[in-house]
């Protein structure tokens, strides 16, 4: 059985700003149909990846391929196969929804009735068939959300690109388009690339590429990243981490992490620990917590600090 090619390829991509790196030596692949997850906070280099696959930036090192056409040498041909939403709005308030899709038509040489099946098609599977003739204005931030991926998909590109998708989406609206996106690649087969700084978000993807400082940090599945953990995660706030680490390294021969403020130990049956640490150290600790392994734990183990303390070099 011959296997399909991967539907985006990145090999050692660096890039940098000046003096100021923001990737270094990135690679990976996304495979055919799949939904794949760039999440890092800001500064971590994902929009500068995302910018790159996207031909709005040029390759300075490495290479990056979608849909077997490479960005660097053939930057025309990758735009004709992606799709692309963009985390700013790119919809005309005072234009129909008709009237947006129409115009971005035109720019992909579509006319006449092939033009109209397509947004018909599309805005029935994006479930807004009966606003074609409403004016953007008038939408709530998930419709409008919703006719800006249409606007990507409407010269059936094979692979689709989304800038933080759920900037500004109530819950019920970042559902919704979570779901149409997981029927986009069942049923449709399109291969689709997110980037995000949100858990929840990055939970949803097949697989995720964490970034840190420009370097990938981790790639997997959601599952198998909080699986890798290997157990509960304790976190201890007190007023002074070092002594208490090295209490901890003496009586219980454990290594804490500090974080901050905080310790945090990674253990099986962290419950049996808190209740020994708790009756231990009972001045020195101000608050203790238990929960299970999150794709914070996952980016925290990888990195030594928690998600939000990074440097804006996006």
């Excluded at 990976?28 to 994902?46: A, T």
Aim: hydrophobic share 35%; charged share 30%.
């Amino acid at each position: 059985m011959i296997s399909e090619p991967a539907a985006i390829q990145v090999e050692a991509v660096s890039y940098a700003y000046g003096e100021r790196p923001a990737l270094r030596d990135v690679s990976f692949q996304v495979e055919s149909q799949e939904i794949f997850g760039l999440l890092g906070p800001n500064g971590s280099g994902k929009t500068t990846l995302f910018r790159l696959l996207c031909t709005l930036l040029p390759i300075q090192s490495g290479q990056a391929s979608l849909a077997q056409a490479d960005v660097a040498t053939a930057p025309e041909a990758v735009r004709r196969k992606i799709g692309i939403t963009f985390q700013a709005p790119s919809l005309d308030d005072r234009l129909t929804v008709r009237e947006n899709l129409k115009h971005h038509g035109h720019l992909y040489g579509l006319r006449g009735s092939e033009l109209s099946q397509r947004i018909a098609e599309l805005l029935e599977h994006v479930g807004l068939s009966d606003r074609i003739n409403e004016t953007v204005s008038k939408l709530s931030g998930g419709m409008k959300r919703r006719v800006e991926i249409a606007k990507g998909l409407l010269h059936r590109p094979e692979v689709l690109l989304l800038d933080e998708p759920s900037t500004g989406l109530d819950p019920g609206a970042r559902h919704d388009l979570w779901r149409y996106l997981h029927r986009l690649r069942d049923e449709q087969r399109v291969t689709v690339l997110v980037t995000t700084h949100l858990m929840e978000e990055a939970e949803r993807c097949d697989r995720l590429a964490i970034l840190n400082h420009g370097e990938l940090v981790a790639l997997e599945t959601p599952e198998r990243l909080r699986s890798s953990i290997g157990g509960d995660c304790i976190t201890i706030q007190t007023d002074d981490n070092e002594l208490l680490r090295k209490k901890l390294a003496d009586q219980f021969q454990i290594e804490a992490t500090p974080i901050g403020p905080q310790l945090r130990i990674e253990r099986e049956n962290g419950h049996e620990l808190i209740r020994d640490l708790v009756a231990a150290f009972p001045e020195e600790i101000e608050s203790i917590s238990l929960g299970k392994p999150t794709l914070e734990d996952v980016f925290i183990q990888k990195t030594g600090h928690r998600f939000w303390e990074s440097e804006d070099v996006e």
